[in-house]
């Protein structure tokens, strides 16, 4: 099974805290008020400074949580979104999908609550004033653990767009945060400390105001959840020529019915998301494996280069040859090699 491109291989940062030619800007001081605020900004602050300082990706022990800072605007990054939270320390962020985008600024979170491909950007951020984030990766599993648990669990919200939405960060949540960054001085703790801690992150989530939402894509038979099937088969089958009955038949709807939910959760025809899966992985395979543009589409199912060409001009507004050049020119600007 060919396997998805994971975030961190594409966003345009090495995986190791990048420039160390830009010099490390003050931090902000925070009003006194705003408590939490503060907490998590030296929380996060410390954990970039104990590795290295300047801009990139700065990993933690646990796979699932990630820490970026940028101290230049970052150019949009097309990607498969998983289910997550994405939550902005100082900074502005965006993300585009379909023909909708949203914004979220310091103290707010992105929840995207099921698989879909869109396009994030850094829109605010210099050397003076970067962006600082916080990324946290669903455990599904785990998540609906914490759903079954709950004395008064959620009703299903009634939204029947796409699953993404922003709301503010509440002081239980970054205090959540805080302790997760602190965990990361004692290395032997995570595997006994953090899973609770994310049981901590969940119940806030399910219990705060977007709750409703976010169960939907654990209960069994909502319309999320049965397009959330056939998403998951075509990730697993990108490369594979599959037909619309199939994918219906997983999700427990007829043909018609599951078209018209699959295009009114994702904003695409199936047809048009397994293309983008396919380009995505074409785009990491050129990146990450230096494989050229015709291996790249015929692993990806093409069969024919110059459709893949254009397709993949359509999608990422360049050709493939081009933005493979740009984006390691890029990463090599960052990383200062």
Same mark, same amino acid.
């Given at each position: 099974?060919?396997?998805?491109?994971?975030?961190?291989?594409?966003?345009?940062?090495?995986?190791?805290?990048?420039?160390?030619?830009?010099?490390?800007?003050?931090?902000?001081?925070?009003?006194?008020?705003?408590?939490?605020?503060?907490?998590?900004?030296?929380?996060? /602050?410390?954990?970039? $400074?104990?590795?290295?300082?300047?801009?990139?990706?700065?990993?933690?022990?646990?796979?699932?949580?990630?820490?970026?800072?940028?101290?230049?605007?970052?150019? +949009?990054?097309?990607?498969?979104?998983?289910?997550?939270?994405?939550?902005?320390? $100082?900074?502005?962020?965006?993300?585009?999908?379909?023909?909708?985008?949203?914004? /979220?600024?310091?103290?707010?979170?992105?929840?995207?609550?099921?698989?879909?491909?869109?396009?994030? @950007?850094?829109?605010?951020?210099?050397?003076?004033?970067? %962006?600082?984030? =916080?990324?946290?990766?669903?455990?599904?599993?785990?998540? @609906?653990?914490?759903?079954?648990?709950?004395?008064?669990?959620?009703?299903? #919200?009634?939204?029947?767009?796409?699953? *993404?939405?922003?709301?503010?960060?509440?002081?239980?949540?970054?205090?959540?945060?805080?302790?997760?960054?602190?965990?990361?001085?004692?290395?032997?703790?995570?595997?006994?400390? %953090?899973?609770?801690? =994310?049981?901590?992150?969940?119940?806030?989530?399910?219990?705060?105001?977007? #709750?409703? !939402?976010?169960?939907?894509?654990?209960?069994?038979?909502?319309?999320?959840?049965?397009?959330?099937?056939? *998403?998951?088969?075509?990730?697993?089958?990108?490369? $594979?020529?599959?037909?619309? $009955?199939?994918? +219906?038949?997983?999700?427990?709807?007829?043909?018609?019915?599951?078209?018209?939910?699959?295009?009114?959760?994702?904003? =695409?025809?199936?047809?048009?998301?397994?293309?983008?899966? @396919?380009?995505?992985?074409?785009?990491?395979? =050129?990146?990450?494996?230096?494989?050229?543009?015709?291996? +790249?589409?015929?692993?990806? #199912?093409?069969?024919?280069?110059?459709?893949?060409? @254009?397709?993949?001009?359509?999608?990422?507004?360049?050709?493939?040859?081009?933005?493979?050049? !740009?984006?390691?020119?890029?990463?090599?600007?960052?990383?200062?090699?």
């Amino acid at each position: 099974m060919t396997r998805m491109p994971e975030t961190a291989k594409i966003l345009p940062f090495p995986p190791n805290g990048g420039a160390r030619s830009l010099s490390a800007p003050a931090r902000p001081i925070a009003p006194p008020e705003d408590r939490a605020a503060a907490a998590l900004r030296d929380a996060v /602050y410390a954990h970039i $400074e104990a590795g290295g300082g300047g801009e990139g990706l700065f990993p933690l022990p646990m796979s699932e949580v990630h820490v970026i800072r940028a101290m230049r605007h970052v150019p +949009a990054n097309r990607q498969i979104y998983r289910p997550s939270l994405c939550v902005v320390v $100082e900074g502005l962020k965006q993300i585009e999908f379909g023909d909708d985008s949203l914004e /979220y600024g310091a103290m707010e979170c992105l929840i995207v609550n099921m698989e879909m491909p869109a396009s994030g @950007r850094i829109v605010g951020a210099s050397p003076g004033e970067p %962006f600082v984030g =916080m990324t946290i990766d669903f455990n599904l599993d785990l998540l @609906r653990d914490v759903l079954q648990q709950l004395e008064q669990r959620p009703k299903p #919200g009634k939204h029947d767009g796409p699953s *993404i939405f922003v709301t503010r960060v509440t002081d239980s949540l970054a205090d959540c945060l805080v302790r997760m960054l602190r965990l990361t001085k004692t290395p032997e703790a995570v595997p006994i400390l %953090f899973p609770p801690l =994310m049981r901590e992150v969940y119940y806030w989530l399910l219990t705060g105001p977007l #709750g409703g !939402e976010i169960c939907k894509q654990l209960i069994a038979d909502t319309h999320l959840e049965r397009i959330t099937r056939a *998403i998951r088969l075509l990730r697993e089958r990108f490369a $594979e020529k599959l037909r619309i $009955e199939d994918l +219906a038949d997983v999700a427990g709807m007829s043909p018609s019915s599951f078209h018209q939910h699959f295009k009114t959760l994702t904003l =695409m025809t199936p047809i048009q998301f397994q293309k983008q899966l @396919r380009l995505m992985e074409a785009r990491r395979l =050129m990146l990450d494996d230096a494989a050229n543009v015709t291996a +790249a589409a015929y692993q990806v #199912g093409y069969e024919s280069t110059s459709q893949f060409t @254009r397709e993949y001009s359509r999608t990422f507004g360049i050709a493939p040859k081009r933005d493979v050049l !740009e984006r390691k020119a890029l990463i090599a600007a960052v990383s200062g090699r």
